[in-house]
Structures are given as C-alpha cells and as structure tokens.
T-cell receptor
Framework: DGGITQSPKYLFRKEGQNVTLSCEQN?????MYWYRQDPGQGLRLIYY???????QKGDIAEGYSVSREKKESFPLTVTSAQKNPTAFYLC?????????????FGDGTRLSIL | AQKITQTQPGMFVQEKEAVTLDCTYD???????LFWYKQPSSGEMIFLIY??????QNATEGRYSLNFQKARKSANLVISASQLGDSAMYFC?????????????FGTGTRLTIIP
C-alpha cells in the first residue's frame, strides 16, 4: 500500500547530540512537510519542500535542518541548537495537482531528551 | 492574530447524537482551502473533509459535513450520528499561498469524547 513511513517511532536524544528523523513516501508526491506538535497545541510547520533539492523554512525552523536529495525522502535533523526538542514530529506529503489535495501524514516520531 | 481559531478545547457528546466543532479563520486571500483532520490517541492525522473558498455548496463526506459560512469566515465540522470511534482530537487547517508555495496553518484542536 502507498503511504508515508516515519522512523523511528520513539527517539531519545542526549544533550549536545544531533538526531535525524526519517521520512519516506511512495505516493509519488512532489511536496513534503515536517511539523512539530506540542501537547495541547496544533501542528507547527518546520520545513517544507515542493521539489527535489529545494526546501523552504516554515514558522519554527531554528535548530532544525533538512535535505531533499530524492523525491521519496525528506529527513529532518534536530540539531543541538534546538534547546527544547521534546515533541511529536509529523511528516506529510501532498500532490501539487490542485488545491483540494490533502496532505497525507505518517504515524509520527516522539522525541525525548535523556 | 490567530489564523485558525478553534474555541472548544474539549467536548463531551452522547453516542448517536450530532456534534458541531467550531472553526473560524482569518485570511485576506481570495483563494484558500479549509481542511479538517482527525487525530486519534495513536497520533496519526486522518484527513476528513475539504472545502474550497470558491465552492458554492457545503462539502459532505459520509457522516461528516462542513458548514461553510464565507462571510463569517467560519468552517464548522458537523458529525452526524456520533460513534465511540469518533473520540479523538479534531483539527481545522487552512491552506494559503500561491501554487508551488502553499502551506497549511492548523488550529489548536478540539478534543471530542463520545459518551456511551
């Protein structure tokens, strides 16, 4: 079945460590997105990419980095500069064929600080 | 100012009753889209329904319908005949931006609990 795969499901980070969250899609979607969700809040956009080798900052990009070397993959690195990384991270993708196309989401990664 | 406002942090509804989840939005764009997503406790986001700003009729998808009042900038989700499986967080989101640079902005959500 087509879908979005995020891994790992749970991730623990030590102080000063960079960690990378994986996101892979086989929906042939052009656009991919990373969101952060904190308890009691909605989703906030970190980075997004509409085409390979190009990406844009979202509303809360500081302390994060991404790459888009392949259409299917959009990994997110949480760097040591992100001082409060504990959150639920969701990856999404969408077609650009018309404005009514919804974003499809992965199952998320829960990141915690050790 | 909040672009998407969901004023109901939590709601309790009796099984089989209808429920309306409120969503108001703020935009100066003429072309935009409104989405509703369901998030069960497991965390995944499930797309429910979409309404485009130029759509003249309210969107419907099975038990879900969208009460779209453009002049009031509201896009309320109506769930008919609620079921225990409807218990979840519900998020309203708005798509803005030109083609190739579109983003979704989410509200803070409403936690819906269905009572047997």
């Amino acid at each position: 079945d087509g879908g979005i795969t995020q891994s790992p499901k749970y991730l623990f980070r030590k102080e000063g460590q960079n960690v990378t969250l994986s996101c892979e899609q086989n929906l042939n979607h052009d656009a991919m997105y990373w969101y952060r969700q904190d308890p009691g809040q909605g989703l906030r956009l970190i980075y997004y990419s509409q085409i390979v080798n190009d990406f844009q900052k979202g509303d809360i990009a500081e302390g994060y980095s991404v790459s888009r070397e392949k259409k299917e993959s959009f990994p997110l690195t949480v760097t040591s500069a992100q001082k409060n990384p504990t959150a639920f991270y969701l990856c999404a993708s969408s077609s650009l064929q018309g404005g009514n196309q919804p974003q499809h989401f992965g199952d998320g990664t829960r990141l915690s600080i050790l | 100012a909040q672009k998407i406002t969901q004023t109901q942090p939590g709601m309790f509804v009796q099984e089989k009753e209808a429920v309306t989840l409120d969503c108001t939005y703020d935009t100066s764009d003429q072309s935009y889209g409104l989405f509703w997503y369901k998030q069960p406790s497991s965390g995944e986001m499930i797309f429910l329904i979409y309404q485009g700003s130029y759509d003249e009729q309210n969107a419907t998808e099975g038990r879900y319908s969208l009460n779209f009042q453009k002049a009031r900038k509201s896009a309320n989700l109506v769930i008919s005949a609620s079921q225990l499986g409807d218990s979840a967080m519900y998020f309203c989101a708005m798509r803005e931006g030109s083609f190739g640079n579109e983003k979704l902005t989410f509200g803070t959500g409403t936690r819906l609990t269905i009572i047997p």
